[in-house]
């Protein structure tokens, strides 16, 4: 007959036994969760969250190209204003060395206005390099973008509107007007009958 010892030991040995039972993991619940989804459904899976993967990295280096076409866009937008500015303070140095041109016609000055010829012409390649472009207006039709006009002059030899002279020569920067050119208009003379009807 067992003693009151071996009593005690047997019940911790069977509650042990419970204990560790109860703990265990359960085969059928550890393999029911991969069980779930067949091979081809976990291939499918998979592939899917690839393509998504993919897709995000499109989207990711499209963002940084038009990040960096912006930023060199605008980059290149702040040199044409920097460069815009120093062109725009050179024109009276420009219009300076057309005026003395122009006036200076002796043969005593020959010299002198080869140098001169020189120089103007050195300043305005490298002005027409940064973009600088003249506007073209004798002979042309006034137009208000392009054209200032400070004189009318009443003549029928010429069509409405024609610019006769060139007061001061207007410049384009890049597409944008820097200066419009100072003109001198033709304007056809006003009859006498719509004269007196305006005078009434």
């Given amino acids: 007959m067992p003693s009151h010892r071996e009593k005690e030991e047997e019940i911790v040995k069977t509650g042990a036994a419970s204990a ?21 459904e ?16 499109v989207r990711r280096q499209a963002d940084f190209e038009n ?10 937008h702040e040199r044409h204003r920097g460069v815009e500015a120093l062109v725009e303070q050179l024109l009276p140095v420009l219009d300076a060395f057309e005026r003395a041109l122009a006036a200076v016609d ?19 390649d490298a002005l027409a390099k940064q973009g600088l472009q003249r506007i073209e207006s004798a002979g042309k039709h006034f137009d208000p973008h392009f054209h ?3 004189e009318r ?9 024609t610019v006769l002279a060139e007061l001061q020569p207007g410049y384009v920067f890049h597409g944008r007007v820097l200066r419009p050119a100072m003109v001198r208009v033709a304007a056809h003379p006003t009859p006498p009958a719509k004269r007196e009807n305006a005078n009434d």
């Fill in 20 to 40: 560790a039972t109860a703990a265990a993991p359960d085969p059928g619940s550890a393999s029911s969760g991969g069980a779930d989804s067949s091979p081809a």
């Fill in 42 to 57: 976990q291939i499918q899976k998979l592939q899917a969250e690839k393509q998504e993967l993919l897709d995000t990295l």
């Fill in 67 to 76: 990040y960096r076409k912006r930023v060199e866009k605008e980059r290149q």
């Fill in 106 to 124: 002796n043969a005593s000055f020959a010299e002198h206005r080869k140098g001169f010829e020189l120089i103007h012409r050195q300043l305005w």
């Fill in 148 to 150: 200032h006009a400070i």
């Fill in 153 to 161: 002059v009443e003549t029928s030899e010429h069509a409405d509107g």
